[in-house]
């Protein structure tokens, strides 16, 4: 069963619009969520963070907002480039055992934005 | 600061045989995970490294198989390969007080 789900296989937005990507996860115990971009034939490359003690962190054109009653996370890209198009995967970890354990990631959202 | 570095790029197998994979990590990260990304799957846990020991491991088989050495670098090894183990292979390291992991450039598997 997927722990962390990415609904939106693809999404299109204008230059300049808002960029609104999802994330859902099932395990209350995930206390650490992160956000990569990939580009093709390249490692997913580390974007930004969240930790479950806060529900907003900023950082530039990038927002990850933490809903943790809805157990649902997004990433808001404002305003979009088309330089901002790849996949985007979400990821999340828990606290096991006195270590952080490994990333599950979601199976990424394409986004284009288009000139 | 020198990022995560994986060799080879690219490999092309044939079905039976074995492959090893390399990873270094990046200077003073001590945690080594690896990740098997394939189109329909995204991107699956394989297993963690740290301090030359396994500390976590995914839902793969036994073929799949790691070590770590005392410099933090780390070797996969699959063995038998299946066509179904064309893959993006990815390796992260990440620090013990950072929770993010940085990728490397992966190794692209295709095996025929």
């Known amino acids: 069963d997927q722990q962390v789900k990415q609904n939106s296989p693809s999404l299109s937005v204008q230059e300049g619009r808002i960029s609104i990507l999802n994330c859902d996860y099932t395990n209350s115990m995930f206390d650490y969520f992160l956000w990569y971009k990939k580009y093709p034939a390249e490692g997913p490359t580390f974007l930004i963070s969240?930790?479950?003690?806060?529900d907003k962190n900023e950082d530039g054109r990038f927002t990850v907002f933490l809903n943790k009653s809805a157990k649902h996370l997004s990433l808001h890209i404002v305003p979009s480039q088309p330089g901002d198009s790849a996949v985007y995967f979400c990821a999340a970890s828990g606290y096991y055992g006195g270590s952080q354990g490994n990333l599950i990631f979601g199976k990424g959202t394409k986004l284009s934005v288009k000139p | 600061k020198a990022g995560v570095t994986q060799t080879p790029r690219y490999l092309i197998k044939t079905r039976g045989q074995q492959v090893t994979l390399s990873c270094s990590p990046i200077?003073?990260?001590?945690?080594v995970s690896w990740y098997q990304q394939t189109p329909g799957q995204g991107l699956q846990f394989l297993f963690e490294?740290?301090?030359?020991?396994?500390?976590n491991k995914g839902n793969f088989p036994g073929r799949f198989s790691g070590r770590q050495f005392s410099n933090s670098r780390s070797e996969m090894n699959v063995s038998t390969l299946e066509l179904g183990d064309s893959a993006l292979y990815l390796c992260?390291?990440?620090?013990?007080?950072?929770?993010?992991?940085?990728f490397g450039q992966g190794t692209r598997l295709t095996v025929v």
């Open positions: 969240i930790s479950s003690i806060k």
């Open positions: 992260a390291s990440s620090s013990p007080r950072n929770t993010e992991a940085f």
């Open positions: 200077s003073g990260h001590r945690s």
């Open positions: 490294y740290f301090s030359e020991t396994q500390r």
